[in-house]
C-alpha cells in the first residue's frame, strides 16, 4: 500500500457526517497504510474547541486498531474555530494550513471537505481562492456531500457557485451509493463476463427493477426531509446513479473518464415526463402507522407538518432514449417503512416464447444484491428431478459470507481514498446531475398541479401503495423482490 499525502481541511468537523462517517472512514485508511506519516486533517466549525478536546470526539468515533493507534491518528487532527462568513478567519486558518503542510512534508496536496449545509459551499469555495487557501504545489481538491441543489435551478447555483474556484476535475460529488462494493461491481459483472455481455439490451432484457427499500421512518430528519422527500433525497442521485451503472454502454475503456463519458450518455438520455406520463408512470406514498398502531404515521412525527403532502415512498418507470434499451423499463422504488432494508437490482431476462415446451418457461433473473446481503443470484430454468419434463425453477446463489463482507470498505472510506489518487469514476459528474435534475424536476412539477392527494396511502411495514404494483401488473409483470 502506498501512502497517500494530503491535508484534509473539514468545513463542519464537529458535524454528524464528520464524526460518523469521515473520521472513521480516514481511520481505516490508516490503518491500511493508505495514510501514514504525511498526513493531517484540521477539522473546522464555529465553536471554539481545543486540539485535544476536538482529538477525544474523534477517537471516541473509533472502532478496530488499538488504543495506541487511535491515539497516534488523532494527533494528526487540529481543529480551528471558523465562521465560514468571516474572511479573517480564513487568513487564520490559512497559517495552520501552511504549518501543517511544513510540519508533515504534505507537499501541498489539499482536501477541502464540504460537511456543511449547501448553503455556505459558494460562500466556502469563494474565500479559498480570494484567501489563498490553495496550494501551487500539490493538488486541490473539493468533496460536496448531497443534497445538491432541490432542483435544476438550484443545483445550477450551486455549481455556479464553485466553478469560479475548482475545475470540474477537482469537484468529487459524492453520492455514496457509487461507493458500495456491489454497485462498483457492476460494470465487472457487465464487460467481464461476454456471455452477459453478449444479451444486456433490449433483444433479451424484458425489464430492470431497482429496489432502494428503508425500514426505518424519518427519525429525527423530519426539519430536512419535509423539504425533500423520497424524490429528491433517493431517486435524483442514488437510483439514477444505479440506473446509468446499469444502462451505459461498453467503453472503449475501462477508466473514470470512459466510464463517465458512457454514463453521461445514460443520464443525457432521461425522459422529460409530461405530466399525462408523470401520471401513468409514476407512484408516490407516504406511510401511515404500522398494523399494531406502535409506530406512527408519517404526519405525526416530529416536525412534520399535520397535512404534510411529502412524499415517503415512489415507484416509476423509466424510459431511456437509447437505442440499446428501447421497450426497457427501468422500474426503479425507493420507500420508507418498508418490511426491511434492501438495496437489489433485478435484471429480468425474457422468457422463451416458442412452444418447445409444454409449459411456459419462467423469466430468467439475475438478481444483484447491494445490502445487506452481498452478492448475486440467477434464477433459471431447469427440469423437474425424475421421468417428467416439467419445468422448475432454479436458482444459483453467491453471497459473501461474514469475513468476506469483513473485507468490503465502507463507502467512505473508498471514496475518499479514490478523491486522494484523483479517481472521479465514482463520483456523480455535473453533466449528469443536469439530466437527472430535468427529469426529477418534471415529475415534481407535474405532482404539484395534482389536487386530492390521498395521503396516507400505505401501512408502515408493508411494500408500498397498491398502485406500485399495478404499475407492473398493467403490462403483465411484477416485482421480482416482494418485500
Ligand atoms: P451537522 O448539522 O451535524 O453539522 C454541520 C456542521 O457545520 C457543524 O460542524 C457546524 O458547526 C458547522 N457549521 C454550520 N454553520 C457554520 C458556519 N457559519 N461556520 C462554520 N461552521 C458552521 O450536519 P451533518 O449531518 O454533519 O451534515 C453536513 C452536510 O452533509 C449536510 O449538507 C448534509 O445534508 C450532508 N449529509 C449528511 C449525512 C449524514 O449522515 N449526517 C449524509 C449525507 C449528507
Given at each position: 500500500v502506498t501512502e497517500n499525502k494530503t491535508l484534509v481541511v473539514i468545513f463542519g468537523g464537529?458535524?454528524?457526517?464528520?464524526?460518523?462517517?469521515l473520521y472513521p472512514a480516514l481511520f481505516q485508511l490508516y490503518l491500511k497504510g493508505s495514510l501514514n506519516k504525511h498526513f493531517a486533517v484540521i477539522g473546522t466549525a464555529r465553536r471554539p474547541w481545543t486540539h485535544e478536546f476536538f482529538r477525544e470526539g474523534v477517537i471516541e468515533n473509533l472502532s478496530d486498531g488499538t488504543l495506541e493507534q487511535r491515539q497516534a491518528f488523532a494527533e494528526h487532527f487540529y481543529y480551528q474555530s471558523h465562521d465560514v462568513q468571516d474572511s479573517e478567519h480564513y487568513v487564520a486558518l490559512k497559517n495552520v494550513i501552511d504549518k501543517l503542510d511544513d510540519k508533515y512534508q504534505i507537499g501541498g496536496n489539499r482536501l477541502f471537505y464540504m460537511a456543511m449545509a449547501p448553503s455556505l459551499f459558494g460562500t466556502i469555495a469563494e474565500h479559498l481562492r480570494s484567501e489563498h487557501l490553495l496550494s501551487h504545489d500539490g493538488y486541490n481538491r473539493l468533496i460536496i456531500e448531497k443534497p445538491f441543489g432541490h432542483d435544476y435551478e438550484s443545483a445550477l447555483a450551486l455549481n455556479n457557485a464553485i466553478v469560479n474556484t475548482f475545475d470540474e476535475d477537482q469537484v468529487f460529488r459524492i453520492d455514496h451509493y457509487l461507493g458500495k462494493e456491489m454497485v462498483q461491481n457492476i460494470p465487472c459483472i457487465r464487460f467481464a463476463n461476454p456471455f452477459l455481455n453478449a444479451v444486456w439490451n433490449r433483444d433479451y432484457i424484458d425489464n430492470i427493477q431497482i429496489t432502494l427499500a428503508e425500514s426505518l421512518g424519518v427519525e429525527e430528519r423530519g426539519g430536512y426531509y419535509e423539504t425533500s422527500g423520497a424524490l429528491r433525497d433517493m431517486v435524483q442521485n442514488h437510483i439514477m446513479q444505479i440506473v446509468a451503472m446499469l444502462a451505459f454502454p461498453r467503453p472503449e475503456k475501462y477508466?473514470?473518464?470512459?466510464?463517465?463519458?458512457?454514463?453521461?450518455?445514460?443520464?443525457?438520455?432521461?425522459?422529460?415526463?409530461?405530466?399525462?406520463?408523470?401520471?401513468?408512470k409514476f407512484v408516490r406514498g407516504q406511510y401511515g402507522e404500522d398494523a399494531s398502531g406502535k409506530q406512527a404515521a408519517y404526519?405525526?412525527?416530529?416536525?412534520?407538518d399535520a397535512n404534510s403532502t411529502v412524499e415517503t415512498f415512489v415507484a416509476g418507470e423509466i424510459d431511456l432514449d437509447m437505442p440499446q434499451w428501447q421497450g426497457v423499463p427501468f422500474y426503479v422504488r425507493t420507500g420508507k417503512r418498508l418490511p426491511a432494508k434492501k438495496t437489489r437490482i433485478d435484471v429480468v431476462f425474457k422468457a422463451d416464447q416458442s412452444e418447445l415446451f409444454t409449459e411456459q418457461p419462467a423469466s430468467p433473473v439475475l438478481t444483484i444484491e447491494v445490502e445487506p446481503d452481498l452478492g448475486i443470484e440467477l434464477t433459471l430454468n431447469g427440469k423437474e428431478i425424475g421421468t417428467s419434463s416439467l419445468i422448475k425453477v432454479d436458482q444459483l446463489q453467491y453471497l459473501l459470507n461474514e469475513d468476506q463482507q469483513k473485507q468490503v470498505p465502507d463507502a467512505y472510506e473508498r471514496l475518499l481514498l479514490e478523491a486522494m489518487l484523483g479517481k472521479q469514476g465514482n463520483f456523480a459528474q455535473w453533466e449528469g446531475m443536469t439530466g437527472s435534475w430535468h427529469f426529477v424536476d418534471a415529475i415534481r412539477k407535474a405532482w404539484s398541479q395534482e389536487k386530492d392527494i390521498d395521503f396516507p396511502n400505505y401501512q408502515s411495514g408493508t411494500m408500498g401503495p397498491k398502485a406500485a404494483d399495478e404499475l407492473l401488473s398493467k403490462t403483465g409483470r411484477h416485482w421480482i423482490y416482494q418485500g
Open positions: 464537529s458535524g454528524d457526517l464528520a464524526h460518523r462517517k477508466d473514470d473518464r470512459a466510464i463517465n463519458q458512457a454514463k453521461s450518455q445514460v443520464f443525457a438520455s432521461l425522459p422529460v415526463y409530461t405530466p399525462e406520463q408523470v401520471q401513468a404526519r405525526n412525527e416530529d416536525k412534520i
